[in-house]
């Protein structure tokens, strides 16, 4: 996570820095205006993503306009056929997941259900300066996608693997979000979907 955040970091730097006062026109312009997102960093994430339909959707979901859409990607089953299949079923069942299945299978990982498994983490990172203050909020959610790109890039290394980690990391920050006062859910949605992006856009290496 550490990595493809200071693309993020450089995107949302030439947003803050820009001349302009307000946004362009846009979908994306009422929600500028709500009181709930008037803080420094949402205000960065509306400029920076301000014509993006992602972020729309994000908005229209933390303001419940429309349903929130926090299914999470359906892993394989397990066969028991043979063990390279059911331990890719594992793999992606665990990435894709909720937070709660990773950490009961982060505890047993001493005693891993299937050999050759990559554990460890970092949790995530804050770009410098540009107040993306959820470095803890999102922690859980950091330790779910670290195990999805560390394990799937050795065992099925594809686009569909990563984009499907990355979908269920944004699915479980949106989780995590939920649990807010409904005040702070918006700003909390504007900040997932910037860490979102932060890893479509620049998480391509760490999966290499």
Known sequence: MKKYLALLAA?????????????????????????????????????????????????????????????????????????????????????????????????NRFSPAYPGLDFSRDGCSTPSGLGLSYTEDFRPACNVHDFGYRNLKVFQRTDANRRTTDEAFYTNMKGICNAKPWYKEPPCYAAAYAYYQGVRIGGGSSFE
């Open 11 to 107: 995107g949302l730097l030439l947003a803050s820095c820009s001349q302009q006062s307000k946004m362009h026109t846009s979908a994306l312009s009422p929600y500028a205006e709500r009181p709930e997102l008037q803080d420094a960093q949402s205000q960065a994430i509306l400029q920076q993503y301000g014509d993006d339909a992602g972020l729309l959707a994000a908005m229209q979901e933390a303001y419940n306009e429309v349903p929130r859409q926090l299914s999470l990607p359906a892993a394989p089953a397990l066969t028991g056929l043979d063990l390279a299949s059911d331990r890719l079923a594992y793999v992606k069942g665990v990435s894709w997941g909720s937070v709660a299945y990773y950490n009961v299978q982060y505890a």
